[in-house]
């Protein structure tokens, strides 16, 4: 009998003990079913109230579902319990973090430093914190810190080449050589150290080099995936059943906005432009809908499923900022989830970034992305989501027309005024000439392009796909396949 099936039968003995609830969920969460992870973790604090390790393991759950708010509350109540309890600073950072508030996240980190807990992780983190600042000067200083030490950290590398303007000295590269050709470094360790060195020959001019390590990254990081599977392994079967859903069913309110698209699209110069305007706040990426779209998608929803997820939704966004007129939801993946989004929020204003497919589809490929990007294992595979998304969107324009405003990132680095003049108008506010000068908005952004929005509009990301042009067979031939 497997380790699950003990546990089980165990439970239905004594179905209230915390402890045999804990081991559940922590299998649960193994198996990849958050759900029942969080379910067995909540009933573990039903009945163990005040137990430090089962609020941490609330809390961590709590992240995994999108709710960086309900975790916030659980891990201050932790480590008002148990202030120096090691395992609860990371979760109490990346719930911050989560939630936009970097200074407190950084206040953290630095009070667990001064407490003892001087850990490359911490430092990791605390360096994590500067670069969302755009303050590149002092994350590099830790990451120099880091790659020089007796043990250097992969960690350190992967970031030190992602911060801008910084000279990566000959003895950090042979460094980093040394810990690729290591058998002993571990694979997690190793993806992240041929990214970094991927991203450096770029700098380099070794593009085939570059393309390369970009190549073993992503297969290494990426293999155990399925392929061609994108979105929801049924997502046919959830768009034929899912009923076209009255408006009196959701939460009638225009608070929310979405920005979506593929990832690598512009979504995170939209955002910063519009958190620019005084009556918009900018929350980042919650990945709140992907969760509860994955959870729902089995169901014919009723009015009282979707007013629950638009209440809690809304829940979220005010502890994010609670009195701002809009605030923004980046996750360029919620284009798969338009239909929960307008079953929930009927009035929802949906920005649809739009940019040249293979300049997407190769700035994807060579950038640092995270795990859940899996067509991302090799550039046929990439093409091959890009073309699906394409068809997806279509689906959407089909069954909600005139609901999705479109932008197009050529248009805007082209004629940003002109471009952001309509925007604005869309969503029915007035002009403000910070949003022209967005990279003086001060607010964390934790995305590849924090460097980019850091600076005015420029053209660079327009070729810049070009210096992979003689790679990219496989990538143009799914894209073909679209056309």
């Not at 997690?188 to 080099?209: C, E, P, T, V, Y």
């Amino acid at each position: 009998m497997d380790q699950m099936k003990q546990v089980k039968t165990r439970l239905r003995k004594s179905p209230k003990a915390p402890d045999l609830l804990t081991e559940y969920g922590r299998l649960c969460l193994q198996n990849g079913d958050i759900w029942s992870a969080r379910a067995a973790f909540r009933k573990a604090n039903a009945h163990a109230p005040g137990v430090v390790e089962f609020l941490n393991n609330l809390a961590v759950v709590e992240l995994k579902t999108g709710r960086p708010d309900l975790a916030l509350l659980l891990i201050v109540d932790s480590r008002n319990r148990s202030p120096r309890d090691a395992g609860s600073v990371k979760v109490h950072y990346e719930a911050l973090m989560a939630l936009g508030r970097s200074t407190q996240a950084r206040a953290i980190l630095e009070k667990a430093k001064s407490d003892g807990l001087n850990t490359a992780e911490v430092d990791l983190d605390l360096a994590e914190t500067f670069v969302a600042e755009g303050h590149f000067a002092q994350a590099g200083e830790i990451y120099k810190r880091l790659m020089a030490a007796s043990v250097p950290s992969a960690g350190a590398f992967w970031g030190m080449a992602q911060v801008p303007k910084q000279d990566f000295l000959p003895t950090w590269w042979n460094a980093l050589q040394t810990l690729i050709d290591d058998p002993r470094t571990p694979r997690s360790q190793l993806l992240r150290l041929l990214k970094a060195r991927a991203i450096l020959n770029d700098r380099r001019g070794q593009f085939d080099a570059s393309i390369q390590d970009h190549s073993m990254s992503n297969r290494l990081q990426y293999q155990n995936s399925a392929p061609n599977t994108f979105g929801y392994p049924a997502l046919d079967a959830v768009l034929a059943q899912q009923t076209v859903t009255p408006r009196s069913s959701g939460v009638e309110t225009d608070r929310p906005i979405f920005v979506i698209g593929m990832p690598r699209s512009g979504t995170t110069l939209v955002e910063q432009i519009l958190a620019s305007h005084p009556d918009i706040h900018g929350a980042g990426e919650l990945i709140f809908f992907r969760m509860q779209a994955q959870r729902e998608r089995t169901k014919v929803l009723g009015k009282r499923d979707t007013q629950g997820i638009a209440q809690a939704y809304l829940g979220l966004l005010s502890t994010h900022h609670s009195t701002a007129m809009h605030v923004v939801d980046k996750m360029p993946s919620n284009f798969e989830n338009i239909w929960l989004i307008r079953a929930c929020f009927p009035n929802a204003r949906i920005i649809h970034c739009r940019r040249d497919p293979i300049a997407t589809c190769t700035s994807l490929f060579t950038n640092p992305m995270g795990g859940a990007h899996r067509y991302l294992s090799d550039l046929k595979t990439l093409g091959q989501k890009y073309v699906w998304y394409e068809e997806l969107m279509q689906v959407w324009a089909n069954r909600y027309p005139g609901s999705i405003y479109d932008i197009h990132y050529e248009e805007l680095i082209a004629n940003p005024e002109e471009q952001v003049r309509g925007l604005l108008s869309h969503l029915n506010l007035d002009w403000d000439d910070r949003c022209l000068h967005f990279w003086q908005t001060e607010r964390p952004v934790q995305t590849p392009s924090r460097a980019d929005v850091a600076r005015p509009i420029h053209t660079e990301g327009l070729s810049k796909w070009r210096r992979y042009e003689p790679f990219l067979a496989d990538l143009v031939a799914a894209l073909e396949m679209h056309n």
